[in-house]
T-cell receptor
């Protein structure tokens, strides 16, 4: 079974630039999560999708972050414009449904904003 | 507010030592997770438990619901066990709240 795929693995941008991350969850997983993990911290949930609907985006900085999962499969997370404090690892995870705690994580995208 | 506290933050051990990482949480949970994160970012789920004890190879996880405390033990530690170990609590809404992680370094 293929795992959660993410790309790119690494990205370096200057502040005020835009960046997009892509995630393809495990086939058949209805729930998709985007997390932000700042160095030395645990992951923080940014947004949770159930199929193509948003379940929770309460911690997503909506003035600069956006995410979509148009067809209920893969998802894109965008930052526009980036700030220095956005430097972090962005993790995507998926689970079979919202009634499950078992989340499967992708390898993450390490973003450096200079 | 859900809070998950881990200790120690950093742990260095010699190969073969018995290792314990502790996790305390603040509210009632439905499940407690232990996860492993290697350099490069990927996270792997080690255990999900709601009571008692689970064992997988050299890893053992225990939980005390009354004390809101869980421990992860590694027996006969090996350099390949070097990683960040993260505790996460699952609340009634199936969301996970993560601790900051414990950086374990096992020296040969």
């Amino acid at each position: 079974e293929a795992g959660v795929a993410q790309s790119p693995r690494y990205k370096i941008i200057e502040k005020r630039q835009s960046v997009a991350f892509w995630c393809n969850p495990i086939s058949g997983h209805a729930t998709l999560y985007w997390y932000q993990q700042i160095l030395g911290q645990g992951p923080k949930l940014l947004i949770q999708f159930q199929n193509n609907g948003v379940v929770d985006d309460s911690q997503l900085p909506k003035d600069r972050f956006s995410a979509e999962r148009l067809k209920g499969v893969d998802s894109t997370l965008k930052i526009q414009p980036a700030k220095l404090e956005d430097s972090a690892v962005y993790l995507c995870a998926s689970s079979f449904g919202t009634g499950s705690y078992e989340q499967y994580f992708g390898p993450g995208t390490r973003l450096t904003v200079t | 507010k859900n809070e998950v506290e881990q200790s120690p933050q950093n742990l260095t051990a010699q190969e073969g030592e018995f290792i314990t990482i502790n996790c305390s949480y603040s509210v009632g949970i439905s499940a407690l997770h232990w996860l492993q994160q290697h350099p490069g970012g990927g996270i792997v789920s080690l255990f999900m438990l709601s009571s008692g004890k689970k064992k997988h190879g050299r890893l053992i996880a225990t939980i005390n619901i009354q004390e809101k405390h869980s421990s992860l033990h590694i027996t006969a530690s090996h350099p390949r066990d070097s990683a960040v170990y993260i505790c996460a609590e699952g609340g009634s809404n199936y969301k996970l709240t993560f601790g900051k992680g414990t950086l374990l370094t096992v020296n040969p």
